[in-house]
């Protein structure tokens, strides 16, 4: 395993200042995989952070043609762009024969990231969590080399249940912009308001719209889980951020559902062992 900064390279420098989580996951796969699930990490950032860092919806726009543009450059064959992660994930593209409907779903994804109107209703928001989510999970699993229909469901739910516990935990960070992304319908449902939010008051109205998203977080947690058997040994690193799912939610259950709670968003001490014992039995 990596242990230190010094033999990172630049993706995994950055994957792991800005996404943990997927670092720690991504120390789990084999030595000579581990540098393209960094690369892949690495394009998940930076497209992922999109709307934090355009002022307007059409520089946004021009920042995932860029992205766009890059992986279409990949699979035709063409020069790439000179960027600190769209070489190496060209080379990882290429050297690996990965999917490239996989990444333009991931890119198509985010503009959704640059209309700030809440999702209507859960559905919409499980719609969102799923391509934003479950197309990393299949392309880590690809690098891995578990490209079956087994792989691709479990990758699907690992990531739709990782991408609402992560939503949930960015509820106080968005709301400090005042943007939400809870599904309008529940909030309506539970009385809970929109402005408590922005003023960074937890309320009992919220709490139920946290529940019901956190249980349907679990239930697909557990449809990846009945997959286990049928997967080989070598996919559990891509399925790891399951067990973080787990611990994410597990938190936020103990604190009743208030996603304001100062333990919601603290890093578990104990993430890295729980993956280590999950993957030494097979198990994410």
């Not at 002022?55 to 995932?64: K, T, V, W």
């Not at 992986?71 to 024969?97: C, N, T």
């Not at 309008?184 to 309320?203: I, N, V, Y």
Request: proline letters at 6%.
């Amino acid at each position: 395993m990596v242990k230190a900064a010094t033999d990172l390279s630049y993706c995994g420098r950055e994957v792991r200042k800005y996404d943990n989580d997927h670092f720690l996951a991504g120390l789990f796969t084999p030595a000579d995989r581990r540098e393209a699930t960094f690369a892949l990490y690495a394009f998940n950032l930076e497209i992922a952070k999109t709307r934090e860092v355009v002022s307007e919806p059409i520089l946004g726009q021009m920042r995932l043609q860029f992205w766009r543009d890059g992986i279409e450059a990949v699979y035709e064959d063409g020069p790439v762009p000179r960027h600190e992660v769209m070489e190496p994930l060209a080379q990882a593209a290429r050297g690996l024969g990965l999917s490239r409907a996989l990444f333009d779903r991931l890119v198509d994804a985010r503009e959704a990231d640059l209309d700030d109107t809440p999702p209507a209703d859960l559905t919409c928001l499980v719609n969102y969590a799923e391509v934003t989510g479950a197309p990393l999970v299949q392309l880590a699993l690809e690098i891995l080399g578990a490209r079956d229909a087994a792989a691709m469901a479990a990758g699907r739910h690992v990531g739709i249940a990782y991408a609402l516990s992560g939503i949930l935990r960015a509820v106080p960070f968005l709301a400090r912009q005042h943007r939400l992304r809870l599904p309008d319908d529940l909030m309506q449902h539970h009385g809970a308001k929109a402005e408590d939010l922005f003023a960074g008051r937890s309320t009992p109205e919220l709490r139920p719209v946290v529940g019901e998203i956190a249980d349907v977080a679990r239930g697909h947690l557990a449809e990846a889980r009945k997959l286990r058997r049928e997967l080989p040994k070598a996919a559990v690193p891509a399925l790891l951020p399951a067990t973080l799912a787990d611990l994410h939610l597990g938190v936020i259950a103990r604190e009743g559902n208030d996603v304001f709670a100062p333990r919601v968003l603290l890093a578990n001490p104990f993430r890295q062992l729980r993956m280590g014992w999950a993957a030494m039995r097979g198990r994410y």
